[in-house]
Every structure is written in C-alpha cells, then in structure tokens.
C-alpha cells in the first residue's frame, strides 16, 4: 500500500466513527514504531501519526497498525487519554484488530 492508500484508510477510518475533526493524520520518520496517537490529557482530540516505514510492511501489519491507533483514537475521544489497558483492549477488538500493544512482525511499537 502506498501512503495515500494508507492515508485513505485511517481517514475512511475515522470519518467512518466521526472522528475526522479530531484527528489529524501526519507521516513520520521513526523506524521505531508503526504509528502513535498524540494528545493532551482530557483535550479528547489530537494527532495519529503513521511511519513512513509503513508502506514496506504487508497490508495485514499495515491494517494492524492503523486499527491499533484507531482504538486509541476512539480512547482519547471517549476518555481523554489512553492506555494499553482492558478498555483499549475492548475497542480494540471491537473494531476488528489485534489487542497486541506491538505488531510482533518487524518488532514495530505502537
Ligand atoms: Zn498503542
């Protein structure tokens, strides 16, 4: 996938759970991770931002790494924070993807 592919997806992704006005998706160099979700506690609103390592992993570790951000997306809006925990894990599943907190194919962080 390419970034505009990917980028269309988290987009499609968020419109799709009316959080298109609460995050805005940047790209980043950081070998690092696949993705994070930047925010400030209690603003319920924030940044995804997606590796730009992204576009050389298969779609699965793509698909896994934009719906594991999702969920916290979902988090902040409902929370105003996020963390790896038991309801993440709940969003995280409900929207189809991978409680994992990293996508153990290329040891990329989330
Ligand atoms: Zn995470």
Redo the contacts with the bound molecule.
Sequence with gaps: MTKCEITSFAKASLAGINLAESFTIEWEENPNRGGAVSYIRGEYRGILYLSNDLELVPLATITGVVL??IA?CIDVSQRGFTA?DARWREIVRKIGGDEK?VIDLYGIF?
Excluded: A, L, T, Y
């Design positions: 594991h951000e916290h790896h907190e989330c």
